[in-house]
C-alpha cells in the first residue's frame, strides 16, 4: 500500500519539497483524465473534445497534442488510458474510442466501440490493467447502492463487474456518499486507486474492489476539482484538477512505498 510521505495540508509547493502543483495551460481547463504510457509519458484528455494533451510532470509543461478524426470527435470525454501501445479514451455513456499515438498537430484515425453495461449510472473514470489485458471501467454517480459498480472490460473475456464498497468508504471519511471521478491501476501492487472528487479523498482497493484502505485526505485549498488520476512507475501520484475559481492543474505527490 502507498501511504504518503506526509499529510497533504503540510506539504509545501516547491521543487524539492514531496509535493509540487503545476499550472496548465488555458486550453487545459476542462482536463478530466490522466494516463502514463509504458515509458512513463503523461497524456491527459479533456472534457468536450477529443483532443490528447501530453504533458510533463516534472515541469508542468505541454510537450505536444493531437487530434482524433477529422473532424475532431466531441463528446462528453471522462478518461484516458494507454493498454499496450493503443490509447483509448471513454465518454459518460459508454463510448470508447482507440487509436494510436500521433505526433504533433497530428490527426489520426479510431475505432468507435461500445461498452454496453446494465446499471444506472455515469461512467467516470477508465484506467488500463496490463496484466488482464483489460480496462477498468468506474461509476461516478448513480441513485442506488446497487447501481455503483467497476467494471473490468477484458480483451480476450466476458466482462466482470464489482461493487464499489461505497458505504466502508464513506464511514472512513464520514460522509454519506462517494462520487467517484478517477480511477488508477497501481502498477507495484495491482491494486485500484480511486479518487473522489467531491469528497476529497483517495481510497485503495484491492483488484476485486475490497477496500483497503483510506490513502489520503487532499486538501480543499488545492484541489478545486479533482477529475485526473496516474501512478507513475516510482509510487508518485498525478492529480489533475480541472478549473474552477483558479486555473487548472496538476499536482505531483511524491510518495513512500511501505
Known sequence: MLSAACDSADLATTANDPFVQWVLPDKLHEISGLALTA?????????????????????????????IGQPTVRADFEGIAVLNDTIWIMTSDGDLYSFLEGADGQRVPYEKHRFAFDSKCELEGLAADTSRNALILACKDAKKRKNRQIFVWSMSGEPLEFRIPEEAMADLIGTKRVNLSAIEVDPDSGNWFVLAAKQKALFELSGEGKLVGLVMRLDASRHSQPEG????SDGD???????GAGPATLAVYRMDRQ
Open 39 to 67: 515509458d512513463q509519458r503523461l497524456f491527459s484528455v479533456t472534457d468536450e473534445e477529443a483532443i490528447v494533451y501530453e504533458l510533463d510532470y516534472h515541469t508542468g509543461k505541454l510537450v505536444k497534442a493531437f487530434a
Open 229 to 232: 488520476l496516474a501512478i507513475t
Open 237 to 243: 501520484l498525478l492529480v489533475a484538477d480541472e478549473a
